[in-house]
């Protein structure tokens, strides 16, 4: 991992409301670009951020890093009111255009961290105590927070748009499900719903989609049950299609799969 240092320019809590904008919040809800990164942390509300012509949902406990390169804008939802975010203004001293895309792969789809909400009220707290050493440990629990984040996992990728729509295709598994049907259950634009998807889990909705129903067929096959009644009962074309499709995940064949469940 590389040692990054972090140097922090100021924190803002900001509300971002339709009905009467803040003075701060007018500059963020408009398309801009800055010389420096931000982190957004929303704690209340839903809606999107938009870089460089593509959005990406924000919930509550999301964040998200935008970079000076960036044009970008906060959306509000539209069944939503307002909403409450920390935005940190910041530089990484000798950073790489490599390290960048490390970040973005990381921060921007919308990364929910419950952390957060601890993390980002002691940031500012240790900011504006205006003492030269607490604000130097604002930066030191802001790149903390970053180096967790990048670290061994501690901190999943999720998105609540991708939860729904697995949640979806576990509870319909036996069905047959579109990427139509799937984008317009979530809400999202279907190609902006793939590319989100597989950013955050690392495959593509109908991969995962056909991993779900091989589970299932796993358990119809350690019971004994026959590939056609199993093609029947998950809704595949045939039993033909049916072993296809298991070998293309497992590797091996439903019947050679059968046989070592009986073993088993």
Known sequence: MKHIDINMNNIDF??????????????????????????HFITQGHGAMEVNGELFPLTENSFIITFPEDIHRLITAKDCSFMLQYI????????????NDVLRNHFQCGTKNSNGSIVFPEVERLWNSGNKLL???AEYRLTAFILTALGAGNIAITNPYVEKAQNYMRNHVSNKLSLHELSRYVGLEKSYFCRLFKQVSGETPMRFFMQQKIELSKELLATGQRNSDIASAIDFADEFHFS?????????????????ASIA
């Open 135 to 137: 604000m130097a440990a």
């Open 244 to 260: 296809r499709c298991f070998k293309s995940i497992t590797g091996i064949s439903p019947r050679r799969y059968r046989q070592s």
């Open 14 to 39: 900001i509300k971002i409301s339709k009905a009467q904008p803040q003075y701060r919040a007018q500059s963020i809800i408009y398309p801009h670009r800055h010389h420096e990164m931000e982190m």
């Open 88 to 99: 940190i203004f910041f530089d990484i001293v000798d950073n790489s255009a490599e390290f």
